[in-house]
């Protein structure tokens, strides 16, 4: 399990990467982050964190665990995640993903030989 400012998170990803290979995985997430995300504006805002955080598993956060969460994962300090931020900020809350992530995501996103012809 992973803890991060008093939340816990079990670390299902490096099975379910097992389960669904690299590319399945990344859709998975970001299936997870339409799920969150503030349908007019496409991006995880505190709002709609809040309003769906009960989807994850995780009702009952505090206004400040939210914001923290947000915090974490905006690396463009606009307030709010976009969808790379979301599967970045994912990656780092699973400590056995950060070890091979970048194996992951150009096994997701690299065209094998056969589709480049």
């Given amino acids: 399990m992973a803890y991060h400012n008093g ?22 997430l970001c299936n997870g982050f339409r799920l969150l995300m503030d349908k007019e504006r496409g ?26 969460m947000i915090k974490e994962g905006d690396l463009n300090g606009d307030g709010c995640l976009n969808e790379m931020e979301f599967c970045t900020l994912m990656f780092r809350l699973s400590p056995a993903m950060m070890e091979s992530y970048v194996e992951l995501l150009e096994e997701a ?9």
Avoid at 7 to 28: C, Q, S, T
């Fill in 109 to 117: 996103f690299v065209p094998d030989d056969h589709d480049r012809m």
């Fill in 7 to 28: 939340v816990v998170f079990e670390d299902f990803f490096p099975a379910m990467v097992d389960k669904l290979g690299a590319e399945g995985f990344m859709k998975e």
């Fill in 43 to 68: 991006v995880i805002t505190f709002q709609s964190l809040k309003r769906n955080s009960g989807l994850l598993g995780l009702q009952g956060m505090s206004d400040e665990e939210v914001r923290s």
